[in-house]
Antibody
Framework: EVQLVESGGGLVKPGGSLRLSCAAS????????MNWVRQAPGKGLEWVSS????????YNAELVKGRFTISRDNAKNSLYLQMNSLRAEDTAVYYC????????????????WGQGTLVTVSS | SYVLTQPPSVSVAPGKTARITCGGN??????VHWYQQKPGQAPVVVIY???DRPSGIPERFSGSNSGNTATLTISTVEAGDEADYYC???????????FGGGTKLTVL
């Protein structure tokens, strides 16, 4: 069974840093690109960052460029999001999600999601 | 940047058909995915590649995509379908994932 478990969320002051982790199990982690998606309270889904299976390519949303860094450790089956210079508007539940492409399909989609970890940025 | 536009809300009576649209410039040339999110839960994919349905998703869920509009159709709506629905595409110009703003489906 595919499982994605996020951790590392919490309360942090503006300007502070936090590192989120996503522990993956039940599948071959190094065969999949991975993603972070966030959701501010009462708001919609917002894509944050993506990383390919061997970290060859990284894609970031404009809002987090220069502040957030996605990384992964395939030996530990783990995905990370280092968040620096945090702002109140970064307050959200952060989800990790697995990329999947069906054979012969047109591109990828997010077939499994974790339950999320809440990040609150407040003084 | 690429923008996906969804109606904020759609209401439908039980047993009727709900249609949720997702508008985008020439979205018909892209592969559209739809996610269902119930309160306090993580999103779940209900339609991928415009119209494919994952195992475990009822046949009542279907999708189409043409021109500037993709549509998620839920037939014979049940109370349990009440949720937020999001469309998603990959924008090849910016190399960004894009989500629509979401549509709250209310079952009357």
């Amino acid at each position: 069974e595919v499982q994605l478990v996020e951790s590392g969320g919490g309360l942090v002051k503006p300007g502070g840093s936090l590192r989120l982790s996503c522990a993956a199990s039940g599948f071959s982690f190094n065969s999949h690109s991975m993603n972070w998606v966030r959701q501010a309270p009462g708001k919609g889904l917002e894509w944050v960052s993506s990383i390919t299976s061997y970290s060859s390519y990284i894609y970031n949303a404009e809002l987090v460029k220069g502040r957030f860094t996605i990384s992964r450790d395939n030996a530990k089956n783990s995905l990370y999001l280092q968040m620096n210079s945090l702002r109140a508007e970064d307050t959200a539940v952060y989800y990790c999600a697995r990329d999947f492409a069906k054979e012969g399909g047109e591109g990828y989609y997010f077939d499994h999601w974790g339950q999320g970890t809440l990040v609150t940025v407040s003084s | 940047s690429y923008v996906l536009t969804q109606p904020p809300s759609v209401s439908v009576a039980p047993g009727k058909t709900a249609r949720i649209t997702c508008g985008g410039n020439n979205i018909g040339s892209k592969s559209v995915h739809w996610y269902q999110q119930k309160p306090g839960q993580a999103p779940v994919v209900v339609i991928y590649y415009d119209s494919d349905r994952p195992s475990g998703i009822p046949e009542r869920f279907s999708g189409s995509n043409s021109g500037n509009t993709a549509t998620l159709t839920i037939s014979t709506v049940e109370a349990g379908d009440e949720a937020d629905y999001y469309c998603q595409v990959w924008d090849t110009i910016s190399d960004h994932w894009v989500f629509g703003g979401g549509t709250k489906l209310t079952v009357l």
